[in-house]
C-alpha cells in the first residue's frame, strides 16, 4: 500500500500566562498557522467565541472536550443562520447563484476553523472526557512525528467521521460487498454514477481496462467485478491509491486491478477507459474537493485530449459527468461536445440517470433549481474514423 509522503508542518504560537507556547499547525486545506491565538475554556460562550472569531481571532481549547463540541454546534447554527440573512435579495443568475453559494460557504468554513484543540504527541487529546482519536488521526495523518500539534476542531470532528465511515464501509451491490473510504478521498455515496457502470454495455473485446482518477476504486472494482481480466487504476493522490488498494484487497479483486500512480493514463491502449472526473470547473479549497472541483475543466480536457491515443482497435471510452455545470452557467454543452470533437472522438451513445441525493429534494438549499433538475450522464465515446 502506497505511504503518505512526510510533511513538515509550520509552528503555531500563543501565549500562557506569560510564556510563549508553540506546537505544530495542521491544515488539511493548507492554512496558514494563525496569527492571533488565544488560550480559553468552559467560561466562554457562544457569543462571545463568535465575536473573537469573526474578528480574526483563534482560540485554542483547554476546556471540556464534550463542551467544545457544543460549542461549535452553537458556532455552526449561528453561521448557517447568518448565510440565509445575508440571500441574495435580488434574483442572480445561476452562476451568480454559485459564485455567492461558495463565498458564504467560504466564510462559514473561515469562521468555524477558528475554533482549535491541541494534540499530544502521539494523537492523544489533553482534555476532560475527550475521545480517543489516536487511530482516526493515524490513518488521516500517517505515524505521530513526537510533536504535540494544534488542530482546528471542525477537522478534526471530520477525521474522525471519516475513520467511522472507514470502519464501517459504504454497501455496494454491484461490487458485491464494500467500499472503504479514507480520510480526504471521496466516498462513493452517490450511487447514480455506480449504476450506469454497472449497467452499460461492455465492448465486444475487452480485456483489458483503465479507471483514470480511481480515488476509492469503485469504479474498477465495478468492472472486475463485470469480468473485465485486467485493470489498471491510476491516480496522482497518494491517499487515494491507499484507498483503492485496500478497498481491492478486501475484495479479493488483486488477481485483476493494478493500482498505479499515474497523472491520468498509464502506458500502452486499453479496450476500455473509464474516467469519472470533477463535474464543477471551479478551484478547490481542501483536499477533499478535488473531486468535487476541477480548475478550468483541466482534467476533463486532458482526458477527452489523450483518449482516442490510449484506446486500443475498436475501444471505448466512458466520460461520467453530471451536467451541473451547465445548469449553474460554468461551462456549455457546445463547449463538451467541442472537447470531444478536438480529442478526435465521436459520441456512440449517452445513459442519463436523475440524481436520487437528498439535495435534489431540499428547496432551502441554495442551489437547489440545479440540483433538482440535474442529470448525470455515461458518454460511450469512441475514436472519430471507427
Known amino acids: 500500500m502506497p505511504a503518505m509522503t512526510a510533511i513538515t508542518l509550520p509552528e503555531i504560537a500563543w501565549l500562557d500566562g506569560n510564556r510563549t507556547k508553540t506546537a505544530r499547525w495542521r491544515s488539511e486545506a493548507g492554512l496558514p498557522p494563525h496569527g492571533k491565538v488565544l488560550v480559553v475554556d468552559d467560561r466562554l460562550g457562544v457569543d462571545a467565541a463568535w465575536k473573537m472569531a469573526t474578528e480574526g481571532t483563534a482560540m485554542l481549547w483547554r476546556g471540556d472536550w464534550q463542551t467544545v463540541r457544543h460549542l461549535l454546534q452553537g458556532l455552526s447554527r449561528r453561521a448557517d443562520r447568518l448565510v440565509r440573512a445575508n440571500g441574495p435579495k435580488t434574483v442572480l443568475s445561476p452562476a451568480e447563484t454559485f459564485e455567492l453559494h461558495r463565498r458564504s460557504q467560504g466564510i462559514r468554513a473561515q469562521t468555524l476553523g477558528m475554533l482549535l484543540v491541541p494534540l499530544d504527541a502521539d494523537y492523544g487529546i489533553p482534555l476532560r472526557r475527550a475521545q480517543d482519536v489516536r487511530q482516526a488521526c493515524i490513518e488521516a495523518y500517517g505515524t505521530p512525528s513526537g510533536e504535540n500539534s494544534v488542530v482546528s476542531l471542525r477537522e478534526l470532528l471530520a477525521v474522525v467521521s471519516a475513520h467511522e465511515w472507514r470502519k464501517k464501509g459504504i454497501p455496494v451491490p454491484a461490487v458485491e460487498g464494500r467500499i472503504y473510504p479514507h480520510f480526504g478521498v471521496f466516498s462513493p455515496v452517490r450511487g447514480e454514477y455506480v449504476d450506469l457502470v454497472a449497467r452499460a454495455p461492455l465492448p465486444a473485446s475487452c480485456e483489458l481496462a483503465f479507471d483514470i482518477g480511481t480515488g476509492s476504486g469503485i469504479i474498477a472494482a465495478i468492472l472486475a467485478r463485470r469480468g473485465v481480466k485486467q485493470l489498471v487504476a491510476t491516480d496522482t493522490d497518494e491517499r487515494a491509491l491507499a484507498c483503492a488498494s485496500e478497498n481491492v484487497e478486501k475484495l479479493g479483486l488483486t488477481a485483476a486491478v493494478r493500482i498505479?500512480?499515474?497523472?491520468?493514463?498509464?502506458?500502452?491502449?486499453?479496450?476500455?477507459?473509464?474516467?469519472?472526473?470533477?463535474?464543477?470547473?471551479?478551484?478547490?479549497?481542501?483536499?477533499?474537493?478535488?473531486?468535487?472541483?476541477?480548475?478550468?475543466?483541466?482534467?476533463?480536457?486532458?482526458?477527452?485530449?489523450?483518449?482516442?491515443?490510449?484506446?486500443?482497435?475498436?475501444?471505448?471510452?466512458?466520460?461520467?459527468?453530471?451536467?451541473?455545470?451547465?445548469?449553474?452557467?460554468?461551462?456549455?454543452?457546445?463547449?463538451?461536445?467541442?472537447?470531444?470533437?478536438?480529442?478526435?472522438?465521436?459520441?456512440?451513445?449517452?445513459?442519463?440517470t436523475r440524481p436520487k441525493h437528498s439535495k435534489a429534494q431540499d428547496a432551502s438549499d441554495a442551489l437547489h433549481a440545479a440540483r433538482a433538475a440535474e442529470v448525470t450522464s455515461l458518454w460511450r465515446l469512441c475514436r472519430a474514423g471507427e
Open 260 to 352: 498505479a500512480k499515474a497523472d491520468l493514463f498509464p502506458e500502452g491502449q486499453a479496450n476500455l477507459i473509464v474516467c469519472n472526473p470533477p463535474w464543477l470547473p471551479a478551484r478547490p479549497t481542501s483536499p477533499v474537493e478535488y473531486a468535487v472541483y476541477d480548475p478550468d475543466s483541466r482534467m476533463l480536457r486532458g482526458f477527452l485530449r489523450g483518449l482516442a491515443s490510449h484506446l486500443a482497435a475498436e475501444g471505448e471510452g466512458w466520460l461520467i459527468i453530471s451536467d451541473i455545470a451547465e445548469l449553474l452557467g460554468l461551462r456549455s454543452r457546445q463547449e463538451l461536445l467541442g472537447w470531444i470533437k478536438m480529442g478526435g472522438l465521436k459520441v456512440i451513445e449517452r445513459l442519463d
